[in-house]
């Protein structure tokens, strides 16, 4: 099928599958949200204590398996990795503290957006001055370095730790946690919610949907595509909310949001800047972890001690707004990010010359 | 004569940004290439076509579409041992 087609579908059942888990009993404007969903994900094994955002979330074990199956069927499931791969767990750790700052990833982000959530819109244009600033830094050859081919091994171990977590949520012995207030306790059926992870995995395999993906295109060559299907979500949603009664238009009082612009645009501007350099939001990690990417697979580790960090750090945001440790972590992330791009164009200079003049 | 841009091992969206700058330093067409003095002219560097190499179907479809939209033909070779895609941009009508 053509790709235009397959990735306004994949937009549109992101879309609409993000609107019926939040019916379905995910916290609302959080059907799907990737950061969260991790950061719960810290908090059901133990990794911290924060007590209403503890449970095994069943959707992003569903993306990376999902990827998996589709990749395998369509012939794309490779090993590759060695790329970079401690820089990109410390990326996918930074990208983890912005989102959680700010309070969603890219994907929850446009969800925010699509229920009325005007504070997402502060985050969308940080999100996209993150990306201006990687896109300036790929543009001048920034890079992590090439991947190579791997044992199937590096390939299987994300999978098998997202099989492995599905089958802790389902026995659910008493050392996993599982929170009974709070966002973490807002939860659809296991099986609704697994099988709506395996559905958008298989098809953001097959579509390549990135968010961070669409800004950096339109900004990089001009070209829609991707965001075509960034999109389709944000108009899904916002009809599916609409009709449903779930659209609230305004800043104050949404849910699992804070009204901080200036730092609703800064955390969003780190995790654009941090996606851009890894080449994907972090769904996109999830993606290309269970395309058999293991250099992915080390962004996912980042960001699970990433969400880990922020909550036993007091570094996510609440409702009540953004905290003072946050805000530190924030300008931290930052900075970090900015000298790892600044080390990546300083990198990409000798190596790449050096290659295509020995191949000539 | 291709020039040829190596981007195997590289994920999106470095291998279009490598192409997108081969395109703008490298005119397209079946001129001549200056063989004396080619440091000196101002001449842009011109080449039959540019061939693209890369190992991921993603970072494929993504060069592709990129050259399309800049108005150029594309033809694509799937060759070697290691899953490798030859990605081949030439001037609009001229394979």
């Given at each position: 099928m053509d790709q235009r087609r397959v990735v306004l579908i994949a937009g549109a059942v992101v879309g609409a599958l993000s609107v019926v888990l939040a019916v379905a009993g995910n916290p609302a404007n959080m059907g799907i949200c990737v950061a969260c969903f991790i950061r719960d994900i810290a908090g059901g094994l133990g990794l911290?204590?924060?007590?209403?955002v503890q449970y095994l979330r069943p959707e992003v074990p569903g993306f990376v398996i999902g990827s998996m199956l589709a990749a395998l069927v369509a012939g794309e499931f490779r090993a590759r990795g060695g790329s970079s791969p401690v820089i990109r767990f410390v990326l996918g750790f930074f990208v983890m503290i912005g989102a959680l700052v700010f309070l969603g990833c890219p994907l929850r982000m446009v969800l925010r957006l699509a229920g009325g959530d005007l504070n997402a819109a502060c985050g969308i244009l940080g999100f996209t001055a993150g990306i201006w600033v990687g896109a300036l830094l790929l543009r001048r050859g920034f890079t992590l370095g090439r991947s190579a081919r791997m044992g199937v091994g590096n390939a299987l171990a994300l999978p098998t730790l997202s099989l492995f977590l599905l089958v802790l949520v389902i026995v659910?012995?008493?050392?996993v946690f599982a929170s009974s207030t709070g966002p973490g306790s807002a939860r659809a059926p296991i099986l609704w919610a697994l099988v709506a992870g395996l559905v958008v995995g298989a098809l953001a395999q097959r579509s390549r949907l990135c968010l961070a993906g669409g800004i950096r295109d339109l900004i990089?060559?001009?070209?829609p595509h991707l965001f075509s299907g960034f999109a389709a979500i944000f108009v899904v949603a916002l009809v599916l909310n609409v009709i449903s009664g779930r659209f609230k238009l305004g800043?104050?009082?949404?849910?699992?949001?804070?009204?901080d612009w200036l730092w609703n645009f800064l955390s969003m501007a780190a995790v654009g800047l941090g996606a851009a350099l890894l080449g994907g939001c972090p769904l996109r990690q999830c993606i290309l972890a269970g395309e058999g990417d293991a250099d992915a697979a080390m962004t996912f580790l980042g960001m699970l001690i990433g969400g880990a960090f922020a909550h036993n750090w007091g570094i996510a945001s609440s409702p009540a707004g953004p905290t003072a440790n946050g805000k530190v972590a924030t300008v931290v992330a930052i900075v970090v990010m900015a000298i790892i791009g600044y080390m990546g164009v300083e990198a990409s200079v000798k190596p790449n010359q050096q290659r295509t003049a020995g191949e000539a | 004569m291709a020039h040829r841009v190596d981007a195997r091992g590289l994920s999106c969206p470095q291998p279009v940004v490598m192409t997108k700058k081969a395109l703008e330093t490298i005119e397209l067409?079946?001129?001549?290439?200056?063989?004396?003095?080619a440091e000196v002219s101002d001449a842009p560097p011109t080449s039959e076509a540019i061939e693209v190499l890369v190992d991921n179907r993603t970072a494929m479809e993504n060069v592709s579409r990129f050259a399309r939209h800049s108005g150029c033909d594309v033809t694509i070779e799937t060759g070697g041992d290691d899953d490798c895609y030859i990605v081949r941009i030439c001037k609009k009508g001229r394979r």
């Open positions: 911290h204590r924060a007590e209403a659910a012995p008493t050392f990089l060559i001009r070209d800043f104050v009082g949404q849910p699992v949001a804070h009204t | 067409g079946t001129k001549p290439r200056p063989s004396a003095g």
